[in-house]
C-alpha cells in the first residue's frame, strides 16, 4: 500500500536511482553533461544525487515537513560538510523542529567556515528571540543592517520573526524601514498592520491593511488585518465585508 506522500511514484520495489545507472550516466556523458573520465563522472553523480536529494528537502520544507526534510539534510550534511546551503537547510528545519542548541551549532559553524550569511543570521535571530535573548537580539539586528545591503525583503523577515516572538514594537520598526526602502514593498505593509494591530493602533492598522490591498488586492491575509482594524475601530459592517474577501 502507499504510504502518505508517495502520491505518483512507483512502488517502492520498483524505484530505481536514477543517478546509478550506467546507461543514464553514458548518456549524459554523450550530451555533454557530464565528465568523460571515470572519476570526474563519478563526482558528477554523487553531485547530481545529492542535489537531488536536497531539493527534496527543500520540498518538505516548503510542505511544512521540517522533519523528513530533516533526516535528509543530516546526511547530505555529513557527507558535504562544506556545502553551506546544505548547513543552511538543515540550520533552518532544526529551528523549525524548535531544536535551538542544534540550529545555532551549525550556523556557528558556517560562521566558522566564513560562510555568515543574511540567512544564518536570521537562523541565529530566530532562536535568540525564541530565548527572549532581545540585548543580544537587538545587537545583532543592528549588526545585520550593517553588514548587508539595504533589503526591504531582509527587513521584513526581520520583522516577521520578531512577530513570531511577540514583540510588535521592534517589528513595526523593521517593516517601516523595510517600506522605507521600497514604498510599494506589499509584505511590508501587511506586516505592518499586523504589528499595529497586537499594539492595539487599529487606526493605524486600517491604513496599513488598505495600503497593501491598494498594492495587490487578493491578498487575503490584508483583508483579514483590515476587517480585526475596523472592527476594533466599531466599524462592524465595514469589518464583515472585509473579511468576507
Known amino acids: 500500500d502507499a504510504e502518505g506522500g508517495d502520491e505518483f511514484l512507483h512502488p517502492a520495489e520498483l524505484r530505481q536511482d536514477p543517478y546509478s545507472s550506467l ?3 553514458q ?3 554523450a550530451m555533454g553533461y557530464l565528465p568523460a573520465s571515470a572519476d570526474d563522472q563519478q ?6 544525487g545529492a542535489e537531488s536529494r536536497f531539493n527534496l528537502a527543500v520540498v518538505h520544507m516548503h510542505h511544512r515537513r521540517p522533519e523528513k526534510a530533516r533526516e535528509l539534510l543530516e546526511a547530505l550534511h ?3 560538510p562544506d556545502e553551506p546551503r546544505y548547513a543552511l537547510r538543515l540550520a533552518k528545519a532544526h529551528f523549525e523542529l524548535g531544536s535551538d542548541d542544534r540550529a545555532l551549532e551549525i550556523v556557528e559553524g558556517l560562521g566558522a567556515r566564513g560562510q555568515r550569511s543574511a540567512g544564518s543570521d536570521m537562523v541565529r535571530l530566530g532562536a535568540l528571540l525564541r530565548r527572549d535573548c532581545l540585548v543580544e537580539a537587538e545587537a ?6 550593517e553588514r ?3 533589503s526591504a525583503a531582509l527587513q521584513y523577515f526581520v520583522g516577521h520573526l520578531l512577530l513570531m516572538q511577540k514583540h510588535a514594537s521592534m517589528a513595526q520598526a523593521a517593516f517601516e524601514r523595510a ?7 506589499v509584505l511590508g505593509h501587511n506586516g505592518l498592520a499586523q504589528a499595529l494591530l497586537m499594539q492595539g493602533d487599529h487606526k493605524a492598522a486600517a491604513e496599513s491593511a488598505l495600503r497593501a490591498i491598494g498594492l495587490t488586492y487578493f491578498f487575503p491575509q490584508a483583508h483579514y488585518h483590515l476587517g480585526k482594524a475596523l472592527a476594533g475601530l466599531g466599524e462592524p459592517e465595514r469589518a464583515i465585508r472585509s473579511l468576507e474577501i
Do not use: G, T
Open 23 to 25: 546507461a543514464v550516466i
Open 27 to 29: 548518456r549524459l556523458v
Open 43 to 48: 563526482r558528477a553523480v554523487e553531485i547530481a
Open 78 to 80: 555529513a557527507e558535504f
Open 140 to 145: 545583532l539586528i543592528r549588526e545585520a543592517q
Open 148 to 150: 548587508y545591503p539595504p
Open 179 to 185: 517600506i522605507q526602502l521600497d514604498q510599494d514593498f
